[in-house]
């Protein structure tokens, strides 16, 4: 458990890269906690379905038994509740702070969303202006991780930090995409500083503990597409 009278149990779901967030934000601190998996196709649990009425969704972290819901809100959450543990992820400086949160926000709402579009686009049209927002989302980052990281390994400086937390979710789905689609987010030429970052990122101890292998993950999703297709075809039928 955390430490003292502190009880951690996480809702998660092992593909799901907002939980793999949650669960860098925990390795980092160096909380331990319950790994609770949800069956997010099967039927989920009781537990989760009272903890996020909303959303209904994973990740949710129980503190003493308290849910929070949504993955940056945990990782912000939990970096203020356990400020006395392990590293801070967010900066103490409250302007340093807002641009954390803006770039985080950027993360979900534009980089993912239109990587997500041009991988799994409905048509090619879709899939084409995926990918358009995707490199100009990719450039956007670039010109950010520069900026932050001043020079160094990391958006957290020589450490990590809360960026570094919220991207580094994305790591192993963005190799895994590279294996099933044939591209890859961040590279040399398009993203040098962020395609060493995703290297070094990648190969932290407490990432390969909380990351999801890549090879299940190419697996997991090539299950998942195979089942998605046989649903459509059977309701067309
Ligand atoms: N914005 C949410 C996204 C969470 C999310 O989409 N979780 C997915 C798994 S990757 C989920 O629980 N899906 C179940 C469902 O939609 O019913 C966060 O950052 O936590």
Same mark, same amino acid.
């Given at each position: 458990?955390?430490?003292?009278?502190?009880?951690?149990?996480?809702?998660?779901?092992?593909?799901?890269?907002?939980?793999?967030?949650?669960?860098?934000?925990?390795?980092?601190? #160096? @909380?331990?906690?319950?790994? +609770?998996?949800?069956?997010?196709?099967? =039927?989920?649990?009781?537990?989760?379905? &009272?903890?996020? /009425?909303?959303?209904?969704?994973?990740?949710?972290?129980?503190?003493?038994?308290?849910?929070?819901?949504?993955?940056?809100?945990?990782?912000?959450?939990?970096?203020?509740?356990?400020?006395?543990?392990?590293?801070?992820?967010?900066?103490?400086?409250?302007?340093?702070?807002?641009?954390?949160?803006?770039?985080?926000?950027?993360?979900?709402?534009?980089?993912?969303?239109?990587?997500?579009?041009?991988?799994?686009?409905?048509?090619?049209?879709?899939?084409?202006? #995926? @990918?358009?927002?995707?490199? +100009?989302?990719?450039?956007?980052?670039? =010109?950010?991780?520069?900026?932050?990281? &001043?020079?160094? /390994?990391?958006?957290?400086?020589?450490?990590?930090?809360?960026?570094?937390?919220?991207?580094?979710?994305?790591?192993?789905?963005?190799?895994?995409?590279?294996?099933?689609?044939?591209?890859?987010?961040?590279?040399?030429?398009?993203?040098?500083?962020?395609?060493?970052?995703?290297?070094?990122?990648?190969?932290?101890?407490?990432?390969?503990?909380?990351?999801?292998?890549?090879?299940?993950?190419?697996?997991?999703?090539?299950?998942?597409?195979?089942?998605?297709?046989?649903?459509?075809?059977?309701?067309?039928?």
């Amino acid at each position: 458990m955390a430490g003292g009278s502190d009880e951690l149990k996480l809702l998660g779901m092992w593909a799901s890269p907002f939980v793999m967030r949650v669960k860098l934000a925990l390795g980092f601190k #160096g @909380l331990s906690y319950e790994d +609770v998996e949800e069956d997010l196709f099967g =039927g989920k649990s009781e537990l989760l379905l &009272k903890s996020n /009425p909303v959303h209904k969704k994973v990740p949710v972290l129980l503190h003493n038994g308290k849910p929070v819901c949504e993955s940056q809100i945990i990782v912000q959450y939990i970096d203020e509740a356990f400020a006395g543990t392990g590293p801070l992820l967010l900066p103490s400086d409250p302007y340093e702070r807002a641009i954390a949160r803006f770039w985080g926000a950027y993360i979900d709402d534009k980089l993912l969303a239109s990587f997500l579009q041009s991988a799994k686009g409905k048509t090619e049209e879709e899939k084409a202006e #995926g @990918l358009k927002q995707t490199l +100009v989302a990719v450039e956007n980052m670039e =010109g950010a991780f520069k900026e932050i990281s &001043k020079g160094k /390994p990391f958006f957290g400086g020589d450490t990590v930090g809360y960026l570094d937390v919220t991207l580094g979710a994305l790591v192993s789905w963005i190799h895994a995409a590279e294996k099933i689609y044939g591209m890859r987010l961040f590279d040399a030429t398009r993203s040098p500083l962020l395609n060493a970052w995703l290297e070094q990122f990648g190969a932290l101890d407490v990432a390969k503990a909380a990351l999801a292998d890549v090879d299940r993950l190419v697996e997991y999703a090539k299950k998942r597409q195979a089942d998605q297709a046989a649903a459509e075809a059977s309701s067309n039928n």
